[in-house]
Structure formats: C-alpha cells, structure tokens
C-alpha cells in the first residue's frame, strides 16, 4: 500500500485539523448523552407529579394506583380504551419490487436496514401508513416511533394507531407508550426475540391525566426531543466533515503545510 507523507510540519497540521474535530464530536455525544438523561429524568417525574417543578412536587396530591403513584386526577387506562391498533399487512419476497410505495418492516423504523423494498400492487388502504401516524412495533424489537417520511406501506408485525380517544392526544400517547416500552420486554416471549401479543399490548396500562395537563407534558418533552434532534444532526454533520478532511488532507487536495498554530 503507497501512501503519501508529507514533512513533519504538515503532518502536525494534518493531525491538529482532524483531532480539533474530532474534539467536536466528542463534546457532542456527551451532550446527547446528557440530553437524554434529562429526558429520562423528565418523563420519570412528570408521569408521577406532573408538569409542576421538583420543590412544588411536595404539594400535589398522589393516589396509589396499580401502576404507581399519580395526581389525584389522573385515571388508569387500558391502551386498548384510548386507541385502534391496525396490524401490517403480509407481504411476502415475492411481492418486492423496485417501484412503487416502500414497504416499512420493523428494520426501516429501527435504522439497522435503510433501504426498503417497494410494492404497486392494490391492498386495502387502512395499511397506507402516512406522515405523523405512530407506529408501533411488537414482535423482534418493540419499539414506538413517529413516522415522519412520504406515504408507505405497512408491513405484518407493526401497528398503526388510528381512531384515538377524544380523552387522549396522540402526541401525549406517543410518549406514554413509549415509557411503557421496557416493561413491556420484561414481559415478552422469547430471549433473544421479543414479542408481545396484541391481547396482552391492549391490556397495558398507562396514566391518563387531563387533556391541558396532557398538552404541557408534551410541550417539555418535545422540547428536549428537539434538542436531541438537532445535536444528532449536528453530530452526522460533523462525522461528514471529519470523513471529507481526512480524505482531502491525505491526498494533498488541501494543503496545510503553510499553517501555523
């Protein structure tokens, strides 16, 4: 293998461009990292108190349910009260084409698998999976995501909630299901692949507080989502920019050899 090597002075430059971002970075994954505990520590205390501070936490009257404490007007519902959960239809390799409107299996919403098959056949539509409708996968990786791409197809082993309670927001769903999550694996079946049935996914039970206490919830953690989002955009932008110098200072295309730091 021939590389090229440039004299010392260069090679210093070199090496200070590509660890001055690489330093970036670095500070980067730790903010995420701290974002998400924030997140963690959020949602712990505001499905227990509410949207109320830690010093006001003290006053607000909790009752013991059987999923824990919560505000006295809040009430514990099943998952199969508040909302319809429409399976995925199932596609086989055989149906897979290269035009038409993707096929979403539980590796696209996951990312370990970023390139859908396609199908332009005609299926019922209540599988058109469309933006801002939650999907939920329940078998091999549950997980609840918020589908914000072009119109799809919705593949066997995902639900698609439609028709939600008017005692309930689906923004504020997205979340509580999403809390409810880990405890739903503690109770899958199967070691190494999970999966809930969907008897047992309805008879989850999530606190439910009143519609404007549901607004606020979701308007803080939104906010931290947000946060996320833009750090992990900034996080692929800089791995571009560390992957494109290194290219570039390797092989001459820019040249540091008169810099001087």
């Known amino acids: 293998m021939t590389v090229l090597l440039p004299l010392l002075h260069e090679q ?3 090496a200070y461009v590509l660890s001055t971002i690489r330093d970036a970075q670095e500070k980067n994954v730790a903010l995420i990292n701290s974002l998400r505990e924030i997140k963690k520590s ?13 010093d006001d936490a003290i006053n607000v009257k909790l009752k013991e349910t059987e999923i824990g404490l919560m505000p006295n007007t809040w009430v ?4 199969g009260d508040v909302a319809k959960y429409v399976n995925g239809y199932p596609f086989k390799p055989t149906d897979w084409k290269k035009v038409g409107l993707p096929i979403i299996r539980i590796q696209n919403l996951t990312g370990t698998q970023n390139n859908p098959n396609f199908f332009d056949g005609a299926i019922n539509e209540r599988y058109r999976i ?5 999907l939920i996968s329940w078998s091999a990786s549950l997980g609840v995501f918020n589908w914000k791409k072009e119109d799809a197809w919705l593949n066997q082993h995902i639900f698609k909630v439609e028709d939600y309670s008017p005692k309930i927001t689906k923004e ?3 979340y509580v299901v999403g809390t409810k999550i880990e405890g739903m694996k503690d109770k899958t079946h199967g070691s190494t692949m999970h999966h809930i049935t969907k008897l047992e996914f309805l ?19 939104s906010g931290i989502d947000s946060q996320i989002e833009a750090e992990e955009s ?6 571009h920019l560390f992957d ?7 092989t001459a295309k820019i040249r540091v050899n008169k810099l001087v730091f």
């Open 12 to 14: 210093k430059n070199i």
């Open 130 to 134: 469309k933006n801002g409708d939650i």
């Open 203 to 221: 008879n989850v039970k999530i606190p439910l507080p009143p519609l404007q206490d549901q607004n606020n919830i979701v308007e803080i953690l």
């Open 42 to 54: 959020t949602l712990k205390h505001l499905f227990k108190y509410g949207v109320v501070s830690v």
């Open 234 to 239: 900034k996080s692929k932008a800089l791995q």
């Open 244 to 250: 494109s110098m290194a290219k570039e200072l390797t």
């Open 76 to 79: 514990v519902v099943n998952l």
């Open 172 to 174: 504020y769903f997205y």
